[in-house]
């Protein structure tokens, strides 16, 4: 069964990076396609990014794009979150997902697992 599990959330100042991590602490990654999505206080979640089963395809949301970059190590079974140039607007608790196939995914409603997600704070 997939348990996903964040880490690498913190406070960083604008301008800096952070890099999150999922694991699937179950055991039961494969060639499943993963996202990143995000909810800022008071707002609906937001999808962040995904990234294919095989690694080669992946998406970004327009507010991320040329910041974000999202990875997956298949061998340990962490997929990765690399922010870059963080602004105070990207303060959100992060969560990872995964759906049952390996193809990209950029809505809610297309994924099956959820982690419990991360908290990331950008200061002015």
């Known amino acids: 069964q997939v348990q996903l599990v964040e880490s690498g959330g913190g406070l960083v100042q604008a301008g800096g990076s952070l890099r999150l991590s999922c694991v699937d602490s179950g055991g039961a990654f494969s060639d499943v396609a993963m996202g990143w999505f995000r909810r800022a206080l008071g707002k609906e979640r937001e999808f962040v990014a995904t990234i294919s089963g095989s690694g080669y395809i992946q998406f970004y949301g327009d507010s991320v794009k040329g910041r974000f970059t999202c990875s997956r190590d298949k061998a340990k079974k962490l997929f990765y979150l690399q922010m870059s140039n963080l602004k105070p607007e990207d303060t959100a608790v992060y969560y990872c997902?995964?759906?049952?196939?390996?193809?990209?995914?950029?809505?809610?409603?297309?994924?099956?697992?959820w982690g419990q997600g991360t908290q990331v704070t950008v200061s002015s």
């Open positions: 997902a995964a759906r049952r196939n390996s193809l990209t995914g950029v809505e809610e409603r297309e994924y099956e697992f």
